[in-house]
């Protein structure tokens, strides 16, 4: 839990932060009726029915979330909305019928069952649906039972408790009488979670005995995840506190927005990770400097078959005109955690160092030309760099360097135009850093990738929420390969950057700048928090930076001397 609240933590009831945002007011809790359900006369068609209604009205909102410019919300209504027409579910209500239940238990169950099953799937796309599936069939259940599921109607500005709230729910909760919102059930990236972002309400998830409590005033905190139920005035102050700290730091946040930030004399771009098409808005309205890291292979991911070269030139297109910066298109890391159904790979014992990213492309020579071409054609609309994922070896980088010549060479021929385009790499394989003046010889630019640098480094599998505390990258180990990076790519004026999850942690950022790492591609969220960072900073500090990097011996060594030395943004 954040440190601000560690002298009241004893008064407060812990929780996940899910959105950030304190908010403090009167509580409305919401209580859901148990729904009676009568026996059903012709259940597959009467179930089918109300499903049609269900999906109908969740695709409205989806809509109306959509023209809001919420896609990723309205992303997960979308779904929602598909899977309430999907026949399994009359089915297996059905099937729970025939076997004796009560309508209502028929519904529980199935809806169990069918939950379990997602949840057991080894696609972690479909494995997430788990949730999706208990609220459709929830929704489904209520509709056959005439009872009105829109309902969550406040009157005068409070904050919402629950024990759980569906994502249609979340969605329809005005943000201008929700202060914001805790739940007991839920995660950090729970839908409920993503919806109540793209809102702006603070929410905190996972707050157990919540509505047992029943409090009648309550204050939360969603980047720390505190709640504290009607609290004493002291602890009102620390939310008060913790809330004004917050709105002079957006006030600073918005001064440096459009800013071209600088680390002493040397300018320092801060562009935008985006996963596709629906992350530009948000990075555009951050003013990052372009793009720092297009991750492609989202594309690729969750679809019955790989994208088009069309679709993906549209795509691209897209992301080249948002900016006069540039954009850098990552081509496709599938791999690893990031497994497509399609390409039909040999499971392996240890995906992650299997093949992935770069080792895949000559298995599949027209997956990545296609791309490549849809590259290089929308170079001509904007200036796109592209990147090579998982590289180990220079042979590898060379081997996709020749794949642009030919792709080129052939529109060239086709009469297509193209622009001009860079051909990076990743450092993520601590051989390309410990190469890296080898490198430097046919690189345009480096982009370290300092999560997979962290996980080969340290040999700590990225996805173990148990070794996180070996998963550092602020590890002396890291740090240095990534300052031996940027001395081989200086020593050739090539860029290098940080793309890693690192580079939006403000010590971090510092850390890079003071090795001479001159961009850092961030989630749009945290594009001005670096940028402010940054110039918060008196440029001295990189003396500093690199005493500590030549002498601590662990991560924490480094946080603890060097914490004391960054200036707030
Ligand atoms: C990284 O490894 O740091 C990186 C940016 O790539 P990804 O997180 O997509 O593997
Ligand atoms: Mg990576």
Redesign the pocket.
């Known amino acids: 839990m954040d440190s601000g609240y560690g002298a009241i933590e004893d008064q407060l009831m812990g929780g996940v932060g899910a959105s950030p945002g304190v908010a403090i007011g009167p509580v409305v809790s919401v209580v859901v009726e148990s729904v009676e359900l009568t026996d059903i006369a012709n259940p597959i068609e009467a179930i089918g029915a109300s499903a049609t209604r269900v999906s109908a009205k969740l695709k409205q909102l989806s809509e109306q979330t959509r023209n809001a410019g919420r896609d990723e919300a309205a992303d997960v209504l979308q779904a929602q909305s598909l899977m309430a027409e999907d026949p399994m579910i009359p089915d297996s209500v059905s099937e729970q019928l025939d076997a004796g239940l009560a309508p209502a238990d028929a519904f529980d169950t199935a809806a169990a069952g069918l939950s379990a099953l997602l949840a057991s799937l080894p696609d972690p796309y479909l494995a997430a649906r788990a949730a999706d599936i208990g609220e459709v069939m929830q929704a489904i259940k209520r509709d056959l039972a005439g009872v009105d599921s829109e309902g969550l109607t406040i009157t005068e500005p409070s904050i919402l408790i629950a024990h759980e709230l569906t994502a249609a729910e979340t969605a329809g909760l005005d943000a201008d009488l929700v202060l914001g919102f805790a739940t007991e059930t839920g995660g950090a990236t729970s839908h409920v979670a993503i919806i109540a972002r793209s809102l702006g309400v603070p929410a905190v998830v996972g707050v157990s005995n919540l509505l047992e409590t029943g409090p009648s005033f309550a204050c939360l905190d969603g980047a720390s995840g505190a709640f504290a139920a009607d609290p004493s005035d002291h602890v009102k102050a620390v939310f008060e506190a913790s809330a004004a700290a917050r709105a002079s730091l957006q006030l600073r946040l918005d001064e440096v927005r459009g800013m071209s930030a600088t680390f002493g004399d040397t300018p320092i771009a801060v562009p935008a990770?985006i996963a596709g098409g629906g992350d530009i808005a948000k990075a555009v309205e951050e003013q990052s400097d372009g793009v720092g890291?297009y991750?492609t292979?989202f594309l690729f991911l969750d679809v019955p078959k790989p994208p088009t070269e069309e679709q993906q030139f549209d795509e691209y297109k897209l992301a080249a005109e948002s900016w006069t910066d540039t954009v850098v298109i990552?081509t496709f890391?599938i791999g690893?955690?990031?497994p497509a159904e399609y390409l039909n790979m040999d499971p392996e014992e240890n995906p992650f160092l299997g093949i992935r990213g770069v080792r895949i492309y000559d298995k599949f020579p027209e997956l990545i030309d296609g791309q490549i071409r849809a590259a290089l054609r929308a170079s001509a609309f904007g200036d796109i760099s592209l990147m090579i994922?998982m590289v180990a070896t220079v042979e590898e980088f060379l081997g996709v360097k020749q794949r642009v010549i030919d792709q080129r060479t052939k529109l060239d021929s086709e009469n297509v135009a193209t622009g001009d385009i860079k051909l990076g790499v990743?450092v993520?394989v601590p051989s390309v850093a410990l190469n890296a003046h080898c490198f430097a010889e046919h690189v345009d630019f480096f982009?370290?990738?300092?999560?997979?640098?962290?996980?080969y480094t340290m040999a700590a599998d990225?996805m173990l929420g148990s070794l996180a505390g070996l998963h550092d990258p602020l590890h002396p180990s890291v740090i240095r390969l990534c300052e031996m990076v940027a001395e081989a790519g200086n020593a050739k004026g090539i860029q290098t950057s940080v793309?890693?999850?690192?580079a939006e942690d403000p010590l971090a950022a510092i850390i890079f700048a003071s090795v001479g790492i001159t961009k850092l591609s961030v989630s749009a969220n945290s594009v001005n928090l670096i940028k402010a960072t940054l110039q918060a900073q008196d440029a001295s500090i990189a003396d500093e930076v690199r005493k500590v990097i030549d002498t601590a011996e662990s991560a924490r060594e480094v946080r603890q001397q060097l914490g004391p030395h960054v200036v707030n943004a």
Request: overall charge negative; glycine content about 12%; some cysteine.
């Open positions: 990770n890291l991750r292979e990552r890391d690893g955690d990031k994922p990743m993520e982009s370290i990738g300092t999560n997979d640098l962290t996980q990225r793309c890693g999850l690192a």
